[in-house]
């Protein structure tokens, strides 16, 4: 009886160690794994006169976990000449930061960036679902709001 019991356990601790390892690889193999890291931010455009998108003379960092969270800065150089990009306010005087948490969607290939805190305290609480595409070592991020137009690309880091 000791010897069923001892073989039960031991099937159950590996059928366990081996969900565990592909519940592991099924988060590495996700489109989450291929945001992990850190990105410096490349060029980021917004409307000017007329609704073309122009670029804008930014600096910024976005960095994703594996477990889940991100977070984000950008300064503009010049935030006197800084437009808004659409009916939301995302920086304070030319610096924009927020934290929290993120889920991807690789099939509508979009993610919602749950903001636990921000310098502009209007988002916190709010749920920023954004399109996404890579593109080689390029993050390119859009939102999926129809009345705002702009477009970031990161470069990883």
Do not use: N
Request: glycine share 10%; charged share 20%.
């Amino acid at each position: 009886m000791k010897r069923l019991i001892s073989v039960g356990t031991a099937c159950l601790i590996g059928m366990t160690a081996f969900w565990g390892v592909a519940q592991s690889a099924s988060r590495e193999s996700s489109a989450e794994s291929r945001f992990v890291g850190a990105w410096k931010l490349a060029s980021p455009e917004q409307p000017g006169a007329g609704g073309k998108l122009r670029k804008v003379t930014c600096c910024g960092m976005l960095v994703y976990t594996s477990d889940g969270h991100m977070s984000v800065q950008v300064m503009g150089r010049d935030p006197q000449t800084q437009t808004p990009a659409g009916p939301v306010q995302y920086s304070q005087g030319g610096y924009e930061a927020s934290y929290g948490r993120y889920e991807a969607d690789e099939r509508t290939h979009t993610f919602t960036f749950h903001v636990e805190g921000a310098l502009v305290r209007a988002l916190i609480g709010k749920d920023l679902p954004r399109l996404y595409e890579f593109s080689g070592k390029q993050l390119i991020v859009k939102s999926t709001r129809t009345d705002e137009h702009w477009r970031v690309v990161w470069e990883r880091y």
